[in-house]
């Protein structure tokens, strides 16, 4: 795999940049701000495949796999938030990948 091809697991190359997965469940004013489409757009420019979703306590979650990198990049973009917005708190847990998603989605 030295030529950047992947095996099913998702490792490019090396195997360094083995896909991974997190969840991110985000607290404070982050509905109806436009956060899930800001997290849409930041899981995109990650390289990243999973979904967002508000929930009825008012929190917003994020399932997103990747690269690491894509992950953290998406994970500060979630933690700063878009300019509407007023992230309080913000929890992560890295998970094991379910290999299910092909996109980054809004889920209702």
């Given at each position: 795999?030295?030529?950047?091809s992947?095996?099913?697991?998702?490792?490019?190359?090396?195997?360094?940049?083995?896909?991974?997965?997190?969840?991110?469940?985000?607290?404070g004013?982050?509905?109806?701000?436009?956060?899930r489409?800001?997290?849409?757009?930041?899981?995109?420019?990650?390289?990243?495949?999973?979904w967002?979703?508000?929930l009825?306590?008012?929190r917003?979650?994020v399932w997103?796999?990747?690269?690491p990198?894509g992950?953290e990049?998406?994970?500060q973009?979630?933690?700063?938030?878009?300019r509407?917005?007023?992230?309080?708190?913000?929890?992560?847990?890295d998970e094991?990948?379910?290999?299910?998603?092909?996109a980054?989605?809004?889920r209702?």
């Open positions: 795999m030295a030529d950047g992947t095996d099913p697991q998702g490792r490019i190359g090396d195997g360094r940049s083995e896909r991974r997965a997190v969840h991110l469940l985000v607290s004013r982050v509905q109806g701000v436009g956060f489409s800001f997290v849409v757009g930041a899981a995109r420019e990650a390289g990243v495949v999973g967002v979703r508000n009825e306590d008012g917003v979650e997103a796999e990747g690269p990198g992950l990049r998406l994970s973009a979630v933690r700063s938030g878009p509407h917005a007023e992230v309080q708190s913000m929890t992560r847990t094991e990948t379910r290999g299910a998603f092909h980054f989605e809004v209702i």
